[in-house]
């Protein structure tokens, strides 16, 4: 699902709600969410699962090319664990 494909929903589901406004209101959940793991906090939606960012150790890896070693920097990656009953409806 993208994000315009959300936002078709939204307003599809929710008829006194214009394309403007669900759009909106996406974007501002959106931007909230981003603005919270920039901070280095966590995300916890109860029943659907949280989010998190994970540091990655700086690491010593090689061009596939010519072998040659890259230094790779620490770098931090955010990432959803999926909450026990959005696990429970996705096996179903």
């Known amino acids: ?10 307003a599809a589901r929710y008829p ?8 909106e209101a996406v974007k ?6 981003s603005a919270t793991l920039v901070k ?3 995300i916890e939606i109860r029943g659907f699962g949280s989010f998190g960012i994970n540091r990655r150790q ?4 090689r061009n ?3 072998g040659e ?5 620490e770098k931090c990656v ?3 664990k999926a909450g026990k009953e959005l696990k429970a409806r996705a096996d179903r």
Do not use: C, E, N
């Open 64 to 66: 596939p090319k010519t």
């Open 16 to 23: 006194q709600l214009i394309f403007k406004d669900a759009a």
């Open 78 to 80: 955010p990432h959803f």
């Open 40 to 42: 280095g906090k966590r």
């Open 58 to 61: 700086p690491r010593t890896a």
């Open 69 to 73: 070693k890259v230094a790779v920097p």
């Open 28 to 33: 501002a959940i959106l931007s909230a969410m």
């Open 1 to 10: 699902m993208t994000k315009s494909d959300l936002i078709a929903k939204l």
